[in-house]
């Protein structure tokens, strides 16, 4: 399966971006799906992760119930909407799609095939 991210970009802080993970190449409903984030200087970060029913889970730490994992599997694409967007989200964010459709991993080991990642930037 071949993913795509888009939807990054500049925002000011308190506001809010949906990204969007477009899969490609195999049946989607085959995979669980997650969002990772990576800051400059930082490493890899679990934000959500959701499996092909719809069962997710979340980073509480970081996400602070600001952020909503969700997919549509008739277009083949898991979103995170994000709101209250602080300075600290800053980060490329990345989606990934897991073989194992029924769990939703917090692993980045767990997840086989990753998209390019897109850039949030959060001014304050």
């Known amino acids: 399966v071949q993913l795509q991210a888009f939807g990054g970009g500049l925002v000011q802080a308190g506001g809010s971006l949906k990204l969007s993970c477009l899969a490609s190449?195999?049946?989607?409903?085959?995979?669980?799906v997650g969002w990772f984030r990576q800051a400059p200087g930082k490493e890899r970060e679990f934000v959500a992760a959701?499996?092909?029913?719809?069962?997710?889970?979340f980073n509480p730490d970081a996400m602070k119930g600001r952020f909503t994992i969700s997919r549509d599997n008739s277009k083949n694409t898991v979103y995170l909407q994000m709101n209250s967007l602080e300075p600290e989200d800053t980060a490329v964010y990345y989606c990934?799609?897991?073989?194992?459709?029924?769990?939703?991993?917090?692993?980045?080991?767990?997840?086989?095939?990753w998209g390019q990642g897109t850039l949030v930037t959060v001014s304050s």
């Open positions: 990934a799609a897991a073989s194992d459709r029924w769990r939703s991993s917090s692993r980045p080991d767990d997840y086989h095939y």
């Open positions: 959701i499996n092909w029913v719809g069962g997710s889970i």
């Open positions: 190449g195999r049946t989607f409903t085959s995979y669980s």
